[in-house]
């Protein structure tokens, strides 16, 4: 875990200086296969069971986990951690802030005010978002200095509950959709990129043994590295021990590789880990060379070989787990 981290970031800087060739280089078969659900339900824990599984990631939102100010309820995740350590497999936690349905609020009702921008704002969810903003979920606005309070409080009750019995723990993808510079919402894409950099840095600052992930995929104002939102968040994850992941494993997929994709293979030895997950979506993408969607194979091989991730957290739905 994350003991040896010192060591591991002086000796992977000093291969970076000598031979910069070698971390590129495919490691010979260190990605473990995990599943990926938001909910653990029976379907679950039977797919558990297989060998090869090593453990699974699901989705707690902060309105579960802190029903009123300051009561926390983690009887969720103690829950799952007691199924999946029956099994002698780990549990990932990813803290969700934001939702993709509009009937879902991911926060805690008492965050409904104007201190707290309301604690969340509509996400868009369309194609022309500039022009025809169609609220189709929910953000956090973690831009706002009351908000991340309040969640940094949740992250170090989580983490003097699980710090070494979660195997790891992440922060959502960095894409978002909020109507910008409006007095109502007061997001910035500067200060949501500070924000989230801010409660990366206190996650892994408060998990000393699980690791602490940050999901980078797209940033706002950031796209194929504007503003330097890539090489900078990049840089500071590297510097503050925070690992990095990715929802959306996709092999080569043009729009991924202008932008999180090269930053998680450079940094793939600089960071204390790099994990990237299967989703849904993404076992309907069809690979051009084939014509047909990627196999468990080509998954496999490029969350190793070209991003470097040492898990990859695969849909329930993924056709290889149902054969
Ligand atoms: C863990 O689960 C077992 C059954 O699977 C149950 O008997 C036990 O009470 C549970 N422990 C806790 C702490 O929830
Ligand atoms: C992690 O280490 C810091 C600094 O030593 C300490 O303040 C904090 O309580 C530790 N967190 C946990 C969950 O043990
Ligand atoms: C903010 O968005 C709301 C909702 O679309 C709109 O009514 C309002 O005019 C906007 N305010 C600014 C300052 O752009
Ligand atoms: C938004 O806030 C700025 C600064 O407080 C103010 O100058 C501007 O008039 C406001 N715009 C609207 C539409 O309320
Ligand atoms: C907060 O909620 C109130 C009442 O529902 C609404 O009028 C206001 O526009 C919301 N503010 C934001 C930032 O969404
Ligand atoms: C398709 O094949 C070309 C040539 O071998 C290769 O460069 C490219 O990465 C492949 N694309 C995918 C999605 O595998």
Same mark, same amino acid.
């Given at each position: 875990?994350?003991?040896?981290? &010192?060591?591991?970031?002086?000796?992977?800087?000093?291969?970076?200086?000598? #031979?910069?060739?070698?971390?590129? @280089?495919?490691?010979?078969?260190?990605?473990?296969?995990?599943?990926? #659900?938001?909910?653990?339900?029976? @379907?679950?824990?039977?797919?558990?069971?297989?060998?090869?599984?090593?453990?699974?990631?699901?989705?707690?939102?902060?309105?579960?986990? @802190?029903?009123?100010?300051?009561?926390?309820?983690?009887?969720?995740?103690?829950?799952?951690?007691?199924?999946?350590? #029956?099994?002698?497999?780990?549990?990932?936690?990813?803290?969700?802030?934001?939702?993709?349905?509009?009937?879902?609020?991911?926060?805690?009702?008492?965050?409904?005010?104007?201190?707290?921008?309301?604690?969340?704002?509509?996400?868009?969810?369309?194609d022309d978002c500039d022009n025809n903003f169609i609220a189709g979920?929910?953000?956090?606005?973690?831009? +706002?200095?009351?908000?991340?309070?309040?969640?940094?409080?949740?992250?170090?009750?989580?983490?003097?509950? $699980?710090? &070494?019995? *979660?195997?790891? $723990?992440?922060?959502? @993808?960095?894409?978002?959709?909020?109507?910008?510079?409006?007095?109502?919402?007061?997001? #910035?894409?500067?200060?949501?990129?500070?924000?989230?950099?801010?409660?990366?840095?206190?996650?892994?600052?408060?998990?000393?043994?699980?690791?602490? *992930?940050?999901?980078?995929? $797209?940033?706002p104002c950031g796209w194929a590295n504007e503003n330097n939102y890539?090489?900078?968040?990049?840089?500071?994850?590297?510097?503050?021990?925070?690992?990095?992941?990715?929802?959306?494993?996709?092999? $080569?997929?043009?729009?991924?590789?202008?932008?999180?994709?090269?930053?998680?293979?450079?940094?793939?030895?600089?960071?204390?880990? +790099?994990?990237?997950?299967?989703?849904?979506?993404?076992?309907a993408a069809i690979n051009p060379n084939t014509s047909k969607p990627?196999?468990?194979?080509?998954?496999?091989?490029?969350?190793?070989?070209?991003?470097?991730?040492?898990?990859?957290?695969?849909?329930?739905?993924?056709?290889?787990?149902?054969?």
């Open positions: 875990m994350r003991l040896t981290l &010192g060591l591991y970031l002086l000796s992977s800087s000093l291969l970076a200086v000598t #031979t910069p060739v070698s971390l590129k @280089e495919p490691s010979t078969s260190s990605l473990a296969q995990w599943l990926y #659900t938001s909910d653990i339900d029976d @379907e679950a824990l039977s797919l558990l069971e297989r060998p090869e599984i090593h453990g699974i990631q699901s989705l707690y939102t902060w309105k579960s986990l @802190e029903p009123r100010k300051d009561q926390y309820d983690f009887s969720a995740i103690d829950n799952d951690l007691n199924h999946t350590q #029956t099994k002698g497999k780990s549990l990932w936690v990813q803290i969700q802030d934001r939702t993709f349905s509009i009937d879902s609020n991911p926060v805690p009702k008492y965050l409904h005010s104007p201190i707290y921008n309301n604690g969340s704002v509509p996400q868009c969810d369309g979920g929910w953000a956090t606005a973690q831009w +706002n200095p009351h908000v991340r309070e309040r969640f940094q409080r949740l992250l170090k009750a989580l983490a003097a509950r $699980f710090d &070494g019995q *979660v195997y790891g $723990f992440n922060l959502p @993808e960095t894409a978002i959709e909020v109507q910008s510079n409006n007095n109502t919402t007061g997001y #910035t894409c500067q200060d949501y990129f500070e924000g989230t950099l801010d409660n990366a840095r206190y996650a892994a600052s408060v998990f000393n043994r699980s690791y602490a *992930v940050q999901y980078v995929n $797209f940033w890539l090489s900078d968040s990049f840089q500071f994850f590297a510097e503050n021990g925070v690992g990095v992941g990715g929802p959306d494993n996709i092999p $080569f997929k043009q729009t991924m590789e202008n932008n999180a994709y090269p930053y998680m293979s450079e940094y793939r030895n600089k960071v204390p880990i +790099n994990v990237v997950a299967v989703q849904e979506p993404d076992l990627f196999t468990k194979e080509e998954f496999i091989s490029f969350a190793e070989e070209q991003l470097g991730s040492r898990i990859l957290f695969w849909a329930l739905s993924s056709p290889w787990l149902h054969q």
